[in-house]
T-cell receptor
Framework: AQTVTQSQPEMSVQEAETVTLSCTYDTSESDYYLFWYKQPPSRQMILVIRQEAYKQQNATENRFSVNFQKAAKSFSLKISDSQLGDAAMYFCAYRSYTGANSKLTFGKGITLSVRP | DGGITQSPKYLFRKEGQNVTLSCEQN?????MYWYRQDPGQGLRLIYYSQIVNDFQKGDIAEGYSVSREKKESFPLTVTSAQKNPTAFYLCASKNFDRVGETQYFGPGTRLLVL
């Protein structure tokens, strides 16, 4: 079974600075997807970024980028130019490539606070 | 607007009572999911359904039941057998045959025990 580990329960960043959130996972599969979700105080889950394991290039979405290290099974999220609206819980998630088993496995999440 | 709706936003359950959480989507998605979220925990899968009239247990199905009579609807019943039902419940959906597509989440239902 796959597992996702987010070892830092909380982090804090100064507005306009850069912060990196860590995530590691364990799997025996070679093809899979990795996701970062944001959950603001409204508790709505919002997709931040997605990475396909077969792609060597790291995914980027505006101020959000990942550092995907497949051999190390590491998938960190970098937030550049942090904004007050980035304050939220962030969840790392794994999904098998096979469509018939498309359930997500989540880490426990990390609470990010942004200092003005 | 296309999306996923969950109702009610807050739900109170008395001891021994069954309660049903509603999840509706108009995205024409085939697959639907129910997750439970507890403080300090990630989301855990309760049940999922890939097509109408079919569903599978997730990691924590005990004390819960579901039905999938319509493509748009996937209600979750929290039965009296669920001894610790207080949690935040999230419903999600996706296109089953689009492997790379992510799941889209509803706004959630907060269940509290009186």
């Amino acid at each position: 079974a796959q597992t996702v580990t987010q070892s830092q329960p909380e982090m804090s960043v100064q507005e306009a600075e850069t912060v990196t959130l860590s995530c590691t996972y364990d799997t025996s599969e070679s093809d899979y997807y990795l996701f970062w979700y944001k959950q603001p105080p409204s508790r709505q889950m919002i997709l931040v970024i997605r990475q396909e394991a077969y792609k060597q290039q790291n995914a980027t979405e505006n101020r959000f980028s990942v550092n995907f290290q497949k051999a190390a099974k590491s998938f960190s999220l970098k937030i550049s130019d942090s904004q007050l609206g980035d304050a939220a819980m962030y969840f790392c998630a794994y999904r098998s490539y096979t469509g018939a088993n498309s359930k997500l496995t989540f880490g426990k999440g990390i609470t990010l606070s942004v200092r003005p | 607007d296309g999306g996923i709706t969950q109702s009610p936003k807050y739900l109170f359950r008395k001891e021994g009572q069954n309660v049903t959480l509603s999840c509706e989507q108009n995205l024409n998605h085939d697959a639907m999911y129910w997750y439970r979220q507890d403080p300090g925990q990630g989301l855990r899968l309760i049940y999922y359904s890939q097509i109408v009239n079919d569903f599978q247990k997730g990691d924590i199905a005990e004390g819960y039941s579901v039905s999938r009579e319509k493509k748009e609807s996937f209600p979750l019943t929290v039965t009296s057998a669920q001894k610790n039902p207080t949690a935040f419940y999230l419903c999600a959906s996706k296109n089953f045959d689009r492997v790379g597509e992510t799941q889209y989440f509803g706004p959630g239902t907060r269940l509290l025990v009186l």
